[in-house]
């Protein structure tokens, strides 16, 4: 009977042990798997602050896009401006600095997008004169907001 109590005892022994080592294994694996849940949670907020930065990219981008002037040379000293945008543009004003032509219309209620007007705009030797046209508008058709403006390099 000593036999039979000392082999259930080292056997009660074993199994123990073999518990033990099971619940470390387990307690090791949940570790794990927190771990992998923050890196996972950390890599979802990272992904959503790229995405949140491409997005306010985007948003800007087309904001730039809405009124988009340029100044094309279109001959001896003509030059067109033209709104390459997506939206028109209301209140147009453009300020040659002293290259245009005295009667020339220089602003406009609305500037559509695709319209493109003629300038006749000539570069002097004129040291104090400006080299470039500034052109102003608003993006509301009522001007109720900030006024835009970009400058243009000239002839």
């Keep these: 009977m000593t036999v039979a109590a000392f082999v259930i005892s ?26 992998e ?9 990272a992904l ?27 001959g001896r ?9 997506t939206d028109s543009a209301y209140g147009v004003h453009v300020n040659t600095g002293g290259m245009g032509v005295q009667d020339e219309v220089t602003d406009f209620d609305e ?6 007007q003629r300038f006749f705009l ?10 470039h046209i500034v052109v102003t508008w608003h993006y509301k058709e009522d001007r109720s907001d900030e006024p835009r403006s970009v400058k243009l390099l000239g002839p």
């Design 111 to 116: 500037f559509e997008s695709d319209r493109e």
């Design 37 to 45: 849940s923050k890196r996972s949670a950390d890599a979802a907020v």
């Design 10 to 35: 080292c056997l009660g022994f074993v199994v123990a042990c073999v518990a033990a080592w099971y619940g470390r294994g387990q307690k090791r694996a949940a570790e794990n798997a927190a771990a």
């Design 48 to 74: 959503a602050e790229v995405e949140a930065a491409r997005r306010a990219d985007e948003l800007a981008e087309s904001e730039r896009r809405r009124v988009r002037f340029v100044l094309e040379p279109d």
């Design 77 to 85: 000293d003509r030059y067109l401006l033209r709104n390459v945008g």
């Design 122 to 131: 000539v570069s002097t030797y004129d040291p104090e004169q400006e080299e």
